[in-house]
């Protein structure tokens, strides 16, 4: 049996659900895995997912471990590109030119946030992201109770992401992950993001589903190119039956209905695998 702080916890945090998983042993095995609902209230506020939070804590199941919690893209994460400049920037002067870009895109709304710049050879464009101030220490407060170290805190779209790279085609191809409620998608150009595309989704699947396909219409070219790859629930892989310009890369994991359990799970089980 291994040693509880070698064993560590993925969480999920979206506005209306929780999902955890534990891991631990040497071949990092699933030791526990729960999804449950939080009470209905302003989707932003994270009072009543940190309190939903804490009572699951409260079970020694998910004690004295480490913590790699993502997060919902919406509502709590906003991204823009940034180009390289040429010139020999410092890291405070490149996170203040990500602040204007981010500003410059999403106003003053996420003036305030804490933003994180991601890792970019010398002449290639990076990746800023912009999350609540409040956000990481609320869910260390929650942790602690439980004896639980935070190692890291990531968005879903860059976590999902990860997960599927190298399934993907380094150049013009679109990955998108969907969520209860929104979509977040990026176009990929020599391997890297060149473009970030967010959007809220109505309660339409159907709908939505008939943008999505005209979404990939009209990314291609007129060669045929700019494959787009869904990352989604199973529900709506079949629903939407064929390829219809899609490839799904979703693994079916038994969801038969929108917000059914699922598709979070086999996000964190990828997350610490």
Not at 19 to 30: D, E, F, K, Q
Not at 128 to 135: E, I, Q, R, V
Not at 206 to 214: P, S, T
Not at 222 to 230: E, L
């Amino acid at each position: 049996m291994s040693r509880p702080w070698r064993d560590e916890v993925a969480i999920y945090l979206a506005p209306r659900r929780l999902a955890l998983v534990r891991r631990g042993g040497l071949r990092r095995r699933v030791l526990a895995a729960a999804e449950v609902p939080v009470p209905a209230g302003p989707a932003a506020d994270l009072g009543p997912l940190f309190t939903r939070l804490g009572e699951v804590l409260a079970d020694s199941t998910w004690h004295r471990a480490s913590v790699r919690a993502v997060v919902a893209d919406h509502p709590w994460a906003r991204y823009v590109v940034v180009p390289w400049l040429d010139s020999r920037l410092g890291a405070s002067a490149r996170l203040a030119h990500a602040r204007y870009l981010l500003g410059d895109t999403y106003g003053d709304a996420v003036a305030d946030w804490a933003v994180t710049l991601s890792e970019a050879p010398p002449g290639r464009s990076c990746v800023a992201c912009a999350m609540p101030p409040g956000l990481r220490s609320s869910l260390e407060d929650a942790l602690a109770p439980a004896e639980l170290a935070l190692l890291s805190l990531r968005p879903r779209l860059v976590v999902a992401f990860n997960a599927w790279r190298r399934h993907l085609p380094a150049n013009d191809a679109w990955f998108v992950s969907l969520d209860d409620g929104s979509l977040s998608a990026v176009h990929l150009r020599q391997g890297a993001w060149d473009r970030v595309h967010m959007a809220r989704l109505s309660p339409d699947w159907a709908l939505e589903l008939e943008r999505l396909q005209a979404f990939a219409r009209l990314t291609r070219d007129a060669k045929g190119s700019g494959r787009m790859f869904v990352d989604g629930p199973a529900w709506m892989r079949r629903k939407v039956g064929g390829s219809n310009g899609l490839e799904w890369l979703t693994e079916g994991e038994g969801d038969e209905e929108p917000g059914t359990p699922g598709g979070e799970l086999a996000l964190l089980r990828r997350v610490n695998a």
